[in-house]
């Protein structure tokens, strides 16, 4: 298995369907509860262990799922009120070097990650599907649509979920 990738690397159908969509959206919505259920059984000195050689540890795959799930939410908003926004990138592994992935309880991010994918369901599931053609464009990958979007995002808590589990399979957790 490739420690890095668990699940793969992410690759849609170049024709993204309504049904896939309503299943990302449902991935999305459940991967708070499997989170929790995951990361319930890890103390704190399984939290801080890696999930491959060179990689984040469990604690910091939590925080940067927050961090990660909440700037796509802002993409999403600027994309469905702008036209073709322009959004800001973040060096993700410079955050997960900042304090709060330390300090900041792995409790509270769990909670925060649960109100966040609330939040952003209900947004997704307000949209009409003219909604998901709408585009952004990152300054390094191009330009995205929604709909690709939602798929990276379902996608994305899965992959970080299954860090967690198979980390926890590997060490006998």
Known sequence: ???????????PNPVITSAEIERW??????????????V?????ARLDTAYRPEGWT???????????????????KLALTEEEPTI??????????????QLFSVDQELDFIALLHARWVVLLRSLAPADF???????????????????LYAWHGRHHLAHITT??????W
């Open 133 to 151: 053609e709408r585009t952004y464009r990152h300054p390094e990958s191009g330009v995205k649509r929604l709909d690709w979007t939602v798929g």
């Open 167 to 172: 980390t926890m399979l590997r060490e006998g």
């Open 40 to 44: 319930s059984k890890l103390d704190d």
């Open 58 to 76: 469990l604690r910091q795959v939590v925080h940067h799922l927050a961090d990660s799930h909440l700037n796509s939410l802002i993409r999403f």
């Open 88 to 101: 800001k990138p973040y060096d993700e592994v410079a955050w997960a070097q900042l304090a709060d992935y």
């Open 1 to 11: 298995m490739d420690l890095r990738y668990p699940i793969g690397k992410y690759t």
């Open 25 to 38: 959206i449902d991935q999305i919505a459940e991967l708070p509860g499997y989170l929790r259920q995951a």
